[in-house]
């Protein structure tokens, strides 16, 4: 690997037309888009937190479909921008060949990653909001601090599409995949307190859960909606923005390299 | 910039991928509003060397500048200056016609309006003017094709590349790109384009370089390259004896010949000889020609299979 496969990277405003073009090819969707973002976790939602929640009184304080709409909301805009960034961004990188034709242009791979990373986050931002508007719609909370769960969407997004764009830039092809969603998205659901407060968990995994992503931004959703400023609020997104970073130079260095090949 | 500065220029370049030379010591020099050729089997390095002058990786060794920018350092502001047909199609097949033009001048930092009035004159000169909606999945290989030349146009480039911009075309579908190549040829473009094709580059290329193994093996015009490289005359015989006629005759008369399966060509400076001894032979068929580039290059890079 070259030295120069470690600079620093170095992004511009030129990663704007890239965005803007992936926002074209999402309005030509839009419709199946909006409502995978909305079915997928209000079914989830409803399901469990009228079949569950009947048997549940309160969860950490809330009802339990409301304990559920705070992970849903982290885990939606997880699910997307880790979605988008593997799948999608696979197709533009290599079967599409949409980055080769970019790169032909004053745009740099900085640029094309860093799009990546932004485009991905976008759609969990709509993710979110289209979680939040079920939250406001079934009453589950009235806080105006829930409009907080819009940026929290957003570096949910940012965060979790900077870490898989480390699995695309490695994935020999789609299947490849299945292992970062079976061995790592699916444990941290089910780590990081979307179903159940982590406190439920032996303390060895609690202790796996506090390292994890997920289990940040939930700490900051729940208290939300319950109406309370999130303690340890600077901490939490310390930690989502240092896993954004990390992700963002890691892939990107790995990204040189295999487009330098 | 100063015109009698080459708008491209390589020094010495160099790059190993795992230990081997793909790009050897590699000099060129590309002057202002000439096609030029670069010629070669595959694995001879021509894809990594346009890669190379596109600042799109760092050369191991060596010096290489593009319109009056050093490569890869200034890269990005020489690329906002160069047009690249790549040898893959890369459309966005999401997208129509217009779309692939609009979203591709705009990663140029161009504005919409200013695309949109360069739109009806790149349609036309990709012959795609009813076509402008249509999506790119419903275009032909030669449509395609024309639209990412169209592509490549978008920002006005003063140097364009082109990676075998024909290959997989029709006869028809070839012959239409090579009239827009000359028309951009005609306007003062400077164009460099990698081929297969003897006769595209022929047709094409006012100065040729043959490249194998990562090296430039020889440089001039397709008229120089067949003077300096091979006898003016061709006798090419054909037939399960030729062979072995060949073998018993062939060094008389012929400067050279090489024997190639069930074929025989002969590489003369005066055919009558050697056509008068063939007449002794009427089970053997044959064909007189003058010297062509496929000769030139089979010459050169050998007749072995490259894969």
């Known amino acids: 690997m070259s030295k120069n496969h470690f600079a620093l990277p170095r992004p511009s405003l030129r990663f704007v037309p890239i965005w803007r073009r992936n926002f074209l090819v999402w309005q030509k969707m839009a419709g199946s888009s909006i409502l995978g973002h909305l079915a997928d976790p209000v079914i989830y939602m409803l399901g469990l937190g009228y079949g569950l929640g009947g048997m549940l009184p309160e969860v950490g304080g809330m009802s339990y479909i409301a304990f559920l709409a705070a992970g849903t909301v982290c885990y939606s805009a997880m699910n997307s921008a880790s979605f988008e960034a593997l799948y999608s961004g696979f197709a533009r990188m290599h079967e599409q060949r949409t980055w080769e034709a970019i790169l032909n242009t004053p745009i740099t791979l900085d640029d094309i990653v860093f799009s990546e990373i932004v485009w991905a986050a976008s759609k969990s931002l709509l993710a979110g909001m289209a979680v939040l508007a079920v939250i406001w719609v079934l009453g589950l909370s009235h806080s105006p601090l829930t409009l907080w769960l819009i940026p929290l969407a957003l570096l949910v997004g940012l965060c979790f599409a900077s870490l898989g764009l480390i699995v695309t830039a490695i994935a020999p092809g789609y299947d490849f995949f299945m292992y970062y969603f079976t061995l790592v998205i699916t444990p941290m659901v089910l780590l990081c307190g979307v179903f159940f407060p982590v406190a439920q968990l032996p303390p060895l995994l609690q202790n796996i859960s506090a390292i994890l992503p997920l289990t940040h931004a939930i700490d900051i959703a729940r208290p939300l909606l319950n109406n309370v400023i999130p303690a340890q609020f600077l901490w939490h997104v310390a930690v989502l923005l240092a896993y954004t970073l990390l992700g963002f130079y890691v892939s990107l260095v790995l990204f040189r390299k295999r487009l330098s090949q | ?307």
Request: with cysteine; net charge negative; charged share 25%.
């Open chain 2, 1 to 307: 910039m100063n015109e009698t500065n080459p708008v491209l220029s390589a020094r010495k370049l160099r790059k190993c991928y795992g230990g081997q030379p793909v790009v050897d010591g590699l000099n060129l020099s590309i002057r202002r509003g000439e096609c030029f050729g670069l010629l070669g089997p595959n694995g001879a390095g021509k894809t990594t060397t346009l890669r190379l002058l596109l600042g799109l990786i760092a050369p191991d060794a060596g010096e290489l500048r593009l319109l009056d920018y050093h490569v890869p350092e200034e890269a990005r502001p020489a690329r906002l200056r160069v047009g690249v047909v790549p040898q893959m199609d890369n459309l966005d097949p999401d997208f129509t016609v217009a779309e692939n033009l609009l979203v591709y001048g705009r990663y140029f930092g161009m504005s919409d309006a200013a695309i949109e009035a360069r739109l009806p004159e790149l349609l036309e000169f990709a012959s795609l003017t009813g076509k402008r909606d249509a999506r790119v999945p419903t275009l032909s290989g030669g449509m395609k094709r024309r639209l990412t030349l169209a592509r490549a146009l978008v920002n006005d480039p003063e140097v364009i590349f082109l990676d075998e911009p024909t290959t997989g075309l029709d006869p028809q579908a070839r012959h239409l790109i090579w009239q827009r190549l000359r028309e951009l040829t005609a306007r003062g473009k400077t164009l460099l384009l990698t081929t297969h094709f003897m006769d595209e580059a022929e047709r094409l290329c006012h100065r040729l370089a043959v490249m194998d193994n990562g090296r430039l093996i020889s440089e001039g015009s397709p008229r120089e390259l067949i003077e300096q490289n091979i006898e003016p005359q061709v006798v090419e015989v054909f037939g399960e004896h030729a062979a072995a006629w060949a073998q018993d005759h062939a060094a008389r008369h012929a400067q050279r010949f090489e024997i190639s399966g069930e074929s025989v060509f002969c590489y003369v400076l005066d055919a009558q000889p050697l056509l008068a001894e063939l007449q002794q032979h009427p089970q053997l068929r044959y064909l007189h020609r003058p010297a062509n580039l496929e000769d030139v290059f089979l010459k050169l890079t050998g007749r072995e299979m490259r894969e």
